[in-house]
């Protein structure tokens, strides 16, 4: 078989249906990935539950991005010390763990700490179940619109890993197993905002577009201007950071569910309201190299692999195809034909060091901007004007690093655009601390004069937990900007109620 022939093709010629499953079971499909248990392509699904191999940059053990100070499963040598500072005042600050495998999703994000878990309110919406689940469509079907704002803590006792995180129900189609289909409202709504219709998609579009219901960057509608926490893909002006950052700075509520300048939250340090890159692989990887040759998201990390001597089948493990030289022969050998699995994993890795070190700067630029804004911002006498072009810039900045940080290629799904992506950070967040000295009249030049890790240190542990306890916010300087929560315990481990 052809590398792009059709995925199940060869599911039904090893489990002998012929055709497909049975009509009961059909109807049920969005219900339960259990349906489809005693397919081969699900015994593959289920070793996304069993992946603990790393690759140099990461790989599928849950550990804190921020560390590189202690080993797995905590640590890893290749982390961002500075990631809590950077989000400060936001639930990103609270915890952000390197992603275990698809079928872990829910569990992950019920466990979480960006979710409150010590109230009644999650203060997260249920929306963030979009890209957890497979039955986002039967609870807007039941529950209409007001299901993107419900409580997020209403799902816990009615969703499990086992029959609803993310699988085969949200990218097949329930009575034809050969067909792909998009089941993402956010994904069919910006399809359409571009005059595009997914149905009219080819099979090797349709193999990215099911990847682009979740990896991609989103945000969350108003009720003033949309649908209260609904998804939405900001797509409208371009998939280019600098595009998507234009479409953040300028929006209109007839397009984009938001009037004006958005943003996620304000820093609490520089009091900059900002904007929260998610997970931009799709838009990273639309420009690229590979996307420009055809090459879809499936064809390197969804590799045919053999089922018997005549029968091949498409991966359903979704996971690095640098992680054995097995699957880098199934996903780039088919094209890269003059090359060996050990010349191109160091080819991908030194792709990938050169952007890491590019990220660490940038990552140091947008701390000292911050840094910068926040002793101008306390300057008596200081000249506001620059001062807000110089919160423009920090938060222009950290975008730009943050488009890079968040997709989880290190840059390797496009490299050439992650570098100029990381050149423009670092130059916005340095124009930002060069507008921060002059709105003070260079008074706070000698304060600044530091290395980074003098100026700021890196805030290792903050949690919710943390945050109830004065001891805790008094220990860092940024974390006195902190409001200090109510103390409490906790309401919610995971699908468990504790009190």
Partial sequence: MGKRTAILTALLLVSGTGVALAAAEAEQLGKS????????????????????????????VPHDKHDAVHPLPQGYKHAQPYLKNLWLGYPFSYEYKRARGHSYALDDVFHIDRVDRYSEKAGLPATCLNCKVVTIPDLVKEKGDAFWSSNFHDLRQTHNSKEHAIGCANCHDPENKMKLVITSIPLDEALKRQG???????????????????????????????????PHFPWDLGMNPDQI????????????????????W??????????????????MYSDSVHAAAGVSCADCH??????????????????????????????????????????????????????WKQLLIAQEKSVRAHEAVRQAAEFKGVNEKSLAEARE??????????????????????????????????????????????????????????PIGQLVTPIMNHSRKLQQSQAHLDSHPWLKYLPKLPEADLVWDGNQRLR
């Fill in 245 to 264: 950052y234009d479409y953040y700075a300028n929006g209109q509520p007839k397009r984009d569910g938001f009037q004006g300048a958005f943003a996620d």
């Fill in 393 to 450: 810039m920090l938060r222009k900045g950290q975008w730009f690093w943050d488009y890079v940080s968040a997709e989880n290629s290190v840059g390797f799904h496009n490299p050439t655009k992650a570098m100029d992506t990381l050149a423009s950070s670092q130059q916005y967040s340095d124009e930002a601390t060069q507008l921060a000295i002059r709105a003070t009249g260079y008074a706070i030049a000698p304060k600044l004069d530091l």
């Fill in 266 to 283: 304000t820093h609490a340090v520089s009091k900059t309201p900002m904007v929260k890159a998610q997970h931009p692989e799709y838009e």
């Fill in 33 to 60: 990935n259990l349906r489809f248990k005693n397919l081969p392509q699900y015994q593959l699904y289920l070793k996304n539950s069993d992946d603990t191999k790393m690759t140099e940059f990461g790989g599928s």
């Fill in 196 to 230: 595009k219709d997914w149905r009219e998609a080819s099979r090797d579009e349709m193999r990215s577009l099911v990847c682009a219901q979740c990896h991609v960057e989103y945000h969350f509608e108003t009720k003033d201007h949309g649908v209260a926490a609904k």
């Fill in 302 to 355: 969804m590799p045919r692999v053999k089922q018997s001597k005549n029968v091949t089948i498409s991966s359903h493990q979704w996971t690095s195809p640098l992680k054995s030289e097995e699957s880098m022969q199934a996903a780039c050998l088919g094209c890269h034909t003059d090359k060996t699995p050990d010349w191109l994993r160091k080819r991908v890795e030194f792709h990938q060091t050169s952007v």
